[in-house]
């Protein structure tokens, strides 16, 4: 953002056009944008930047409904999605504050979007695609996955981290992950076995500390 690049561009849309359509002409897969609702309240413009996406050759537009001045913070604001989403013909995938398969449903339902993304709600609990897209389809959730289902599923999260990055990289992707999932919140005196999760630097390591969690630590909280 120092650098007028990411979200800084909202507050040039003239040059966001041109890099939007120097990149659309360049490629032959589709290009999308990812915006915010505005760089800060006083600069609220998402539906022109989603205007300028779709004249300059973008096939789709995803719209953060926060500032870049509120980062995280508050709520997303989902009647901007909204407003993109009557103002241009390209699909619009909304973000912020998807965290449940019940809050992806209304999403669609009330504000119409063709799509959702999900962020910070899948960090550590990757199976809640698996619940939000059998929640779509049936109306109904899906049974819980168990202790050792979700391990399961973490590690793999972590081999197939390390297999599409390389080790030192893949690890690092993975272990914020693993040190967020909420599998892992509320348990006693887990701040040292957190701070080797995050401290891990080979498969090895990182799976005998997992192998150590379901073996000796969650059986005592279930």
Avoid at 118 to 147: D, N, Q
Avoid at 188 to 205: C, G, H, K, S, Y
Wanted: aromatic content about 6%; hydrophobic content about 45%.
């Amino acid at each position: 953002v120092n650098n007028g690049e990411g979200s800084a561009l909202m507050k040039d849309p003239l040059l966001a056009g041109r890099i939007i359509s120097a990149v659309a002409s360049a490629v032959k897969k589709p290009v999308t944008v990812k915006i915010r609702k505005g760089f800060d309240e006083e600069h609220v413009n998402a539906v022109e930047l989603a205007h300028i996406a779709q004249e300059s050759g973008a096939a789709a537009v995803t719209v953060h409904g926060r500032t870049r001045q509120q980062f995280y913070a508050g709520k997303a604001d989902w009647d901007i999605i909204a407003q993109v989403k009557a103002a241009v013909k390209i699909p619009v995938i909304g973000n912020g504050d998807v965290t449940t398969p019940q809050i992806a449903k209304e999403r669609f339902d009330r504000y119409g979007v063709d799509a959702v993304m999900v962020g910070r709600a899948s960090f550590g609990c990757p199976w809640i695609f698996k619940e939000m897209k059998y929640y779509l389809e049936t109306g109904e959730l899906l049974p819980p996955l168990s202790i050792h289902e979700k391990m399961s599923v973490l590690r793999r999260q972590l081999r197939e981290s390390v297999a599409r990055l390389d080790e030192r990289r893949g690890i690092l992707h993975i272990r914020r992950h693993l040190a967020a999932t909420p599998l892992f919140k509320g348990i006693p005196n887990f701040r040292d076995t957190r701070i080797a999760m995050l401290q891990a630097n080979t498969v090895d390591e990182l799976t005998a500390i997992l192998d150590k969690i379901e073996c000796e630590i969650l059986p005592e909280q279930i």
